[in-house]
């Protein structure tokens, strides 16, 4: 069958990605009528939407995180259940990313697009791993797409920061991580290398660890930061969101030791611009390898970019004969870098 092409019936408008048969946008930048989620990231998941499609878990996500702007008909679907909207069938399955992350898939006359969403195929405690599947079309992020990104091996990282512990007992190490995703990661990740003692938190990243609590991820014992003595905190680690690490809050602290959980942290240039001592390369995302070989594995012909690094991408992606093409959605300024 002769592939309908793709752009009749997947279109960018002024909210971001929209399927006209199925009348529902994707990951939409902007409050619609009818959206698919594919995770509660905030430049994923905004505020507004009457219907959405998700996942259990990105619904209480964006239940917890947006208040009043919260679905008004929230639809969970569990992934790999095909569900027919209009003209068009919507499966989701998992991406890998952060707790209930989804890509989706979606076909119409015999075509299959698959919309990535984020993800990465490395392996995470903390949510389901990335199922692989065959499309024609595949739109993938980009956020990583430079060969100079390759992640590595996130508990050798974690492994760095015990080592770090061990040798400053009497230092407090505070490690930057974006609430949603990351810290339950480096947690997880802490645990499974047989860190069984409290893990502090600053008050920021509460929240997203009880709702990972609540989905049967443990983390052990946590405690709150704020309010503990500082004597207690010698020798201990301390989880806050990025922007506290470097402000005030982080004073209080004995002799911080300032760590950051981020994919950016192989770039050593941007962890000295930001007086990071201890940099720790654990992404939620994909590198170049995991792009480059997931586009490859999906079989697709054609493949869209979005948010991210396009150039080298595009230019690799056609190198290999395939079609590709940016995708301009406005509004995507990555939560969780
Ligand atoms: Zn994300
Ligand atoms: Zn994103």
């Known amino acids: 069958m002769t592939p309908e092409r793709f752009e ?11 399927c006209p048969p199925g009348g529902f946008h994707i990951d939409p930048h902007g409050a619609v009528r009818r959206a698919i989620v594919t995770h509660g990231h905030s ?3 905004r505020p507004g939407h009457d219907a959405v499609l ?34 068009v069938t919507v499966t989701l399955f998992p991406a890998g990313h952060v707790l209930g992350s989804a890509q989706v898939l979606i076909e119409y006359k015999g075509t299959r697009v698959v919309i990535s969403g984020d993800y990465k195929r490395s392996a995470d405690p903390t949510c389901a791993p990335f199922a692989l599947v065959p499309c024609d079309l595949f739109i993938t992020e980009a956020t990583f797409a430079l060969p ?6 996130a508990r050798a990282e974690v492994a760095k920061l015990l080592t770090s512990v061990e040798q400053f007992p009497e230092r ?29 938190l600053h008050g920021a990243l509460q929240a997203c660890c009880d709702l990972y609590e609540s989905f049967g991820v443990s983390l052990g014992v946590l405690l709150p930061a704020t309010g503990t003595k500082r004597d207690d905190l010698e020798g201990a680690i301390v989880l806050a969101p990025p922007s506290a690490i470097a402000d005030r809050w982080s004073r209080r602290l004995p002799d911080p030791v300032t760590a950051f959980a981020s994919g950016w942290m192989r770039v050593r240039a941007r962890a000295r611009q930001q007086g990071i001592e201890l940099p720790l390369v654990i992404s939620d995302h994909a590198d170049w390898r995991e792009l480059t070989e997931t586009i490859t594995e999906t079989g697709a012909e054609e493949v869209w970019v979005t948010h991210g690094r396009e150039d080298a991408l595009l230019h690799h992606i056609e190198t290999t004969g395939r079609r590709g093409r940016a995708l301009a959605l406005i509004g995507r300024e990555d939560e969780d870098p």
Not at 8 to 18: E, F, I, N, T
Not at 75 to 81: D, F, K, M, P, R
């Open 148 to 153: 100079v990104f390759q992640h590595g091996d």
């Open 54 to 87: 998700a996942t259990k878990e990105t619904l209480a996500i964006m239940g917890a995180r947006l208040g009043e702007g919260a679905p008004r008909r929230p639809q969970a679907t569990a992934c790999g259940e095909p569900l027919a909207i209009g003209d």
């Open 172 to 200: 407090a190490h505070v490690v930057g991580a974006y609430a949603l995703g990351k810290t339950q990661r480096v947690i997880a990740l802490l645990r499974e290398a047989g860190y069984e003692r409290p893990i502090y």
């Open 8 to 18: 009749s019936w997947l279109k960018v408008d002024r909210k971001g990605l929209y």
């Open 43 to 45: 430049d994923h998941a």
